[in-house]
């Protein structure tokens, strides 16, 4: 047996499946290095003895923002446990890079932010978006100004301090859809944003349709167990650069054990991502039927979201389920249910939030692993009596049927 080749790290075809990529991406080198499991490096410094040297790459980052050659140096500028987890998430994504953060919020402040530094200020966005983010953009805080579009005035919005064009699809809460191809398009040399937290690279790869920037709240599917929280950015290498120079000047890391936490949970994405799309999408045909229901909203790219309307109370539903969590958040491996209006886009204005299609009887469900007769029960059991009707077959309600 030739024991040498047997140590050197496995190779990585260009065809390699999606699934095997979610399994093997980021641990190519651990038989070289002799370990089955990802190691977890905790250290916050690293010892060095030629401070001459330390100077010379720490110039070399402030320049280039690039990855360090050698050892690390400090926790902030690169930790190796997630850079594991960004070579991963690159690769699910198609893209050259991707860089980690603290949280999905400080994944999106950092690319505002590092616009910004360039002198591109304004941003164009398609509402709905995850309400947190709809709010960042539209207080300002960041010293950011927005244009609310629909996807058929984006040509138009953009101006020539426009740093980013950003949508979110399938969108927060309403699972809106949009072409990205067509918005690519209409966005020119502008780069488009798309957050594919919901869909996942198991559902889309946004990049592969134009878009240059693809951001994720990994706390959501990529984590995948309720347990951990993160961001990360998958775009090309130069802009990876500017926002590694970000993290390391606003501190927005993400720890090594959340990186380690979501390499593993890279590892089984494909799998609990398809068999709760198919909860999901049995959950929407069930829900569709239903006389208590009064629209259903699923994607036709898929997933484990599904919003409907209620004729009823939508917080007698929230307070009535048994196994489904009330909870905020999504992705876990069991199910949430929440009352938009009331927690995740409480934040937006009311008024917004209507006409992005984020009504009061809205409620939104993350479809998790149980069994789907089990869910459905649940459901059943939680949603109010269907509303009386008249001679006529109307429903005597101010949401009517079908919208």
Same mark, same amino acid.
């Given at each position: 047996?030739?024991?040498?080749?047997s140590?050197?790290?496995?190779?990585?075809?260009?065809?390699?499946?999606l699934?095997?990529?979610?399994?093997?991406?980021?641990?190519? =080198?651990?038989?070289?290095?002799?370990l089955?499991a990802?190691?977890?490096?905790?250290?916050?410094t +690293? !010892?060095? +003895?030629?401070?001459?040297? $330390?100077?010379?790459?720490?110039?070399?980052?402030?320049?280039?923002?690039?990855?360090?050659?050698?050892?690390?140096?400090?926790?902030?500028?690169d930790?190796?446990?997630?850079?594991?987890? $960004?070579?991963?998430?690159?690769r699910? *994504?198609?893209?050259?890079?991707a860089? /980690?953060?603290?949280? %999905?919020?400080?994944?999106?402040?950092?690319?505002?932010?590092?616009?910004a530094?360039m002198?591109?200020r304004?941003?164009? #966005?398609?509402?709905?978006?995850?309400?947190?983010?709809?709010?960042?953009?539209?207080? %300002?805080?960041?010293?950011?100004?927005?244009t609310?579009?629909?996807p058929?005035?984006?040509? %138009?919005?953009?101006? !020539?301090?426009?740093?980013?064009?950003?949508?979110?699809? !399938?969108?927060?809460?309403?699972?809106?859809?949009?072409?990205?191809?067509?918005?690519?398009? /209409?966005?020119?040399?502008?780069?488009?944003?798309? =957050?594919?937290?919901?869909?996942?690279?198991?559902?889309?790869?946004p990049?592969?349709?134009?878009?240059?920037?693809?951001?994720?709240?990994?706390?959501?599917?990529?984590?995948?167990?309720?347990d951990?929280m993160?961001?990360?950015?998958?775009?090309? $290498? *130069?802009?990876?650069?500017?926002?590694?120079?970000?993290r390391?000047?606003?501190?927005?890391?993400?720890?090594?054990?959340?990186? +380690?936490?979501?390499?593993?949970?890279?590892?089984?994405?494909?799998?609990?991502?398809?068999?709760?799309?198919?909860?999901?999408?049995e959950?929407?045909?069930?829900?569709?039927?239903?006389?208590?229901?009064?629209?259903?909203?699923?994607?036709k790219? %898929?997933?484990?979201?599904?919003?409907?309307?209620?004729?009823?109370?939508?917080?007698?539903?929230?307070?009535?389920?048994?196994?489904?969590?009330?909870?905020?958040?999504?992705? /876990?491996?069991?199910?949430?249910?929440?009352? !938009?209006?009331?927690?995740s886009?409480?934040?937006? @204005? *009311?008024? @917004?939030?209507?006409?992005?299609?984020?009504?009061?009887?809205?409620?939104?469900?993350?479809?998790?692993?149980?069994?789907?007769? @089990?869910?459905?029960?649940?459901?059943?059991?939680?949603l109010s009596?269907?509303? #009386?009707?008249?001679?006529?077959?109307?429903?005597?309600?101010?949401?009517?049927?079908?919208?």
């Amino acid at each position: 047996m030739d024991t040498e080749a047997s140590m050197r790290p496995l190779t990585t075809p260009r065809s390699r499946a999606l699934a095997t990529e979610a399994v093997h991406a980021g641990r190519d =080198d651990l038989a070289a290095l002799g370990l089955h499991a990802p190691p977890i490096d905790l250290s916050t410094t +690293y !010892p060095s +003895y030629d401070s001459r040297g $330390e100077a010379e790459r720490i110039d070399t980052f402030a320049t280039t923002g690039a990855r360090l050659d050698g050892p690390p140096v400090y926790a902030r500028l690169d930790n190796p446990t997630t850079a594991r987890f $960004e070579t991963a998430l690159a690769r699910l *994504e198609g893209t050259a890079s991707a860089v /980690s953060f603290a949280s %999905g919020m400080a994944a999106l402040t950092a690319v505002l932010l590092a616009r910004a530094s360039m002198g591109l200020r304004h941003v164009v #966005a398609v509402r709905p978006l995850y309400g947190c983010s709809d709010h960042l953009l539209g207080a %300002g805080l960041l010293g950011t100004e927005v244009t609310w579009t629909d996807p058929a005035g984006i040509a %138009g919005a953009i101006r !020539p301090d426009t740093g980013l064009v950003m949508v979110e699809t !399938p969108a927060n809460p309403t699972l809106a859809e949009v072409d990205i191809r067509a918005l690519a398009h /209409s966005c020119g040399s502008v780069p488009l944003l798309v =957050d594919n937290t919901f869909a996942t690279p198991v559902l889309q790869r946004p990049v592969e349709h134009g878009a240059r920037i693809v951001l994720h709240s990994a706390t959501k599917y990529l984590g995948g167990h309720g347990d951990v929280m993160g961001g990360v950015v998958a775009c090309d $290498e *130069e802009f990876a650069a500017r926002l590694r120079q970000v993290r390391f000047a606003t501190g927005g890391v993400l720890h090594p054990m959340a990186g +380690y936490l979501l390499l593993r949970g890279l590892s089984t994405l494909p799998v609990r991502v398809r068999a709760a799309s198919a909860s999901a999408a049995e959950l929407s045909r069930r829900l569709t039927a239903d006389p208590r229901i009064a629209r259903v909203h699923y994607p036709k790219v %898929g997933g484990a979201m599904v919003s409907f309307e209620v004729y009823g109370d939508p917080h007698r539903v929230i307070s009535a389920v048994r196994l489904i969590t009330p909870a905020v958040s999504l992705g /876990s491996v069991d199910s949430l249910i929440q009352h !938009p209006a009331s927690i995740s886009h409480r934040i937006v @204005d *009311e008024g @917004d939030r209507q006409a992005a299609g984020v009504g009061d009887r809205l409620l939104r469900m993350s479809v998790g692993l149980e069994d789907i007769e @089990d869910l459905w029960a649940d459901l059943c059991q939680a949603l109010s009596d269907p509303p #009386a009707r008249t001679a006529a077959g109307t429903v005597p309600e101010s949401l009517p049927a079908g919208r």
